[in-house]
């Protein structure tokens, strides 16, 4: 079992900064994929970012790349998501997750652990 804490939301407006944290503990690997998804009011978990290897392969969005990036720092198995020059269309909850298998995937439902979400709201 993986147990994964995500923090770091806010308000923040536009063209500000932000940056989530995913802490993870129990059985935790480097080879284990770690995901960032979102999801907005009335809509479905959209996938945002991912990482995995020890941080040697990530995957982003369309919608997000050139602005987030994802990073982990092993020693204190944690997983970032920097977020730069957000956008009102980047509000929703962000909810980190890690899957078992070792392939990195945009698929929320192929995910096994996730954590409790952290509200994340840019005003225009």
């Known amino acids: 079992q993986v147990q994964l804490v995500d923090s770091g939301g806010g308000l923040v407006q536009a063209g500000d900064s932000l940056r989530l944290s995913c802490t993870a503990s129990?059985?935790?690997?480097?080879?284990?994929?770690t995901g960032w998804f979102r999801q907005a009011p009335g809509k479905d978990r959209d996938f945002v970012a991912a990482?995995?290897?020890?941080?040697?392969?990530?995957n982003y969005a369309d919608s997000v790349k050139g602005r987030f990036t994802v990073s982990r720092d092993n020693a204190k198995n944690t997983v970032y998501l920097q977020m730069n020059s957000p956008n009102p269309e980047d509000t929703g909850i962000y909810y980190c997750a890690s899957k078992t298998k070792t392939v990195i995937s945009r698929s929320a439902v192929v995910y096994d652990f996730w954590g409790k979400g952290t509200q994340v709201t840019v005003s225009s």
């Open positions: 129990g059985r935790t690997s480097t080879t284990s994929p």
């Open positions: 990482i995995r290897l020890g941080g040697q392969i990530t």
